[in-house]
């Protein structure tokens, strides 16, 4: 049959059947490139689609700022099941928001949009905005210019309506009439200065007078209760001495903590993740692990990592950065995925590992080895530490003896300041209420 037609298929015969093949095949292409774009919908609000890249990518970055408050305190099956719950309220309350702000008639200018961006402080240099910094900082995160700035648009335009609530009041006639005739009106009235002089008679004012009113009102002239102490002040500010300790000092300080003068080794790598949606059937974990092995196989065979990972990838934060997370430390990353990565040699690939978002194959791209830094680089701040050390010990040593001279000569601390090489001071007199309380181990006289 095929021969028939090669054989028959010449000249104007052959256009038309090439045509007629074209056709459906370009519209099915067509039909296949836009129906797929975005097939993962993770909620529908009045018939508006939130997409699951949408969802995911604000979930990583609440996960992130999480993570980054948490440290090592931060539980993923704790967490991560409130974050997407709250992830997902927010952005449908987002979308009604913006429904209702749309048909209400809200808008929000370019020009809005761009002082809004240009405002915003971690896109600004020197107090200026920065272009660069700004395009960097997008394409650390994935994100295009044009695609942040409708976002932008977005969330003001889905602002105003909140905010317009928020900020607006309403008065009524008759409150406006009150404040008015308030503010309006005026008083006449009469009066006259009565002084006390014109009923004074300095002729009754003798000494006697004047006693048996002193003996009868004795309580109007009385002063408050006032004391004054005296105390003796241990910090170790005040201990902290200016001698430089003799460089062998400073050198075996520097041995023997220098995890404190060290920056500890980092990993970069890339990732590819397949998805696993939360309470997931073993159909489910098993298609995804079979898939992410199949990618595995792919990557051994030689093919690109970054490509690989733009069209396989769940994570849209990294995705279109060919799966690149930059660089991170112990204590970020989930256990599983921190092992991996913090396991593997330079551009080597791992086999998939499971974590509570699913299956990743990592790749490390970059190790930073943990560097200790140059004593010369670090002595100003080795001797800082090593003089407030030193403070610090003979802070303590005092104290204690402080303590146990304060009960044993509980009735003066002149011989404790002496003994202790301490100043003896003195507060001024103050009343019950008007005193500064110390916490400090005092006396009183």
Excluded at 28 to 47: F, I, P, Q, R
Excluded at 231 to 240: F, M, Q, T
Excluded at 324 to 342: C, H, K, N, S, T
Excluded at 430 to 442: S, W
């Amino acid at each position: 049959m095929l021969s028939f037609i090669r054989d028959r298929a010449q000249g104007w015969i052959a256009w038309v059947i090439v045509g007629l093949l074209i056709i459906p095949f370009a519209l099915w292409g067509v039909n296949e490139y836009v129906g797929n774009s975005d097939k993962l919908v993770a909620a529908t609000v009045n018939g508006t689609d939130i997409g699951q890249r949408e969802f995911q990518q604000a979930f990583y970055d609440q996960r992130g700022r999480m993570q980054q408050m948490l440290g090592g305190q931060y539980d993923a099956q704790l967490f991560d099941p409130q974050i997407k719950q709250r992830v997902i309220n927010e952005l449908v309350d987002r979308e009604l928001l913006l429904q209702n702000a749309d048909d209400m008639g809200f808008r929000v200018s370019d020009q809005t949009v761009v002082a809004a961006i240009q405002s915003i402080d971690s896109f600004r240099e020197e107090g200026a905005f920065s272009v660069s910094l700004y395009q960097q900082q997008l394409q650390t995160q994935g994100q295009s210019p044009t695609a942040f700035e409708r976002y932008v648009k977005r969330i003001m335009t889905a602002g105003q309506l909140p905010d317009g609530l928020a900020s607006s009041a309403f008065v009524t006639d008759a409150e406006l009439d009150e404040v008015i005739r308030l503010e309006k009106q005026q008083r006449d009235f009469q009066y006259f200065v009565l002084k006390t002089s014109q009923f004074q008679d300095e002729s009754l004012a003798d000494d006697a007078a004047i006693k048996s009113y002193y003996e009868q009102h004795a309580d109007r002239f009385l002063t408050p209760e006032k004391v004054r102490v005296e105390y003796v002040e241990l910090s170790v500010a005040a201990l902290r001495r200016d001698e430089e300790p003799s460089e062998e000092e400073l050198h075996e300080f520097y041995e023997t903590n220098q995890n404190q003068f060290s920056v500890a080794e980092e990993r970069q790598a890339s990732h590819i993740l397949i998805q696993l949606e939360e309470g997931a059937d073993e159909a489910a974990i098993t298609a995804a692990r079979e898939k992410a092995e199949d990618l595995v196989a792919k990557l051994k065979a030689g093919e690109s990592f970054a490509t690989l990972a733009e069209e396989n990838s769940d994570d849209p934060g990294s995705a279109e950065m060919g799966g690149d997370l930059g660089y991170f430390g112990r204590d970020i990353m989930e256990p599983d995925f921190e092992e991996a990565a913090f396991s593997l040699r330079l551009n080597e690939v791992s086999e998939p590992v499971l974590t509570s978002f699913g299956y990743h194959i990592i790749k490390v791209t970059g190790i930073r080895e943990r560097e200790v830094k140059p004593f010369d680089e670090v002595r100003d701040e080795i001797l800082a530490q090593f003089q407030d050390d030193a403070a610090e010990r003979e802070y303590f040593e005092l104290a204690e003896k402080l303590t146990n001279q304060a009960y044993e000569m509980p009735d003066s601390l002149s011989e404790i300041a002496d003994e202790l090489g301490l100043e003896l001071k003195q507060s001024p007199f103050f009343e019950r209420h008007g005193g500064t309380v110390v916490y400090l181990p005092t006396r009183v006289l």
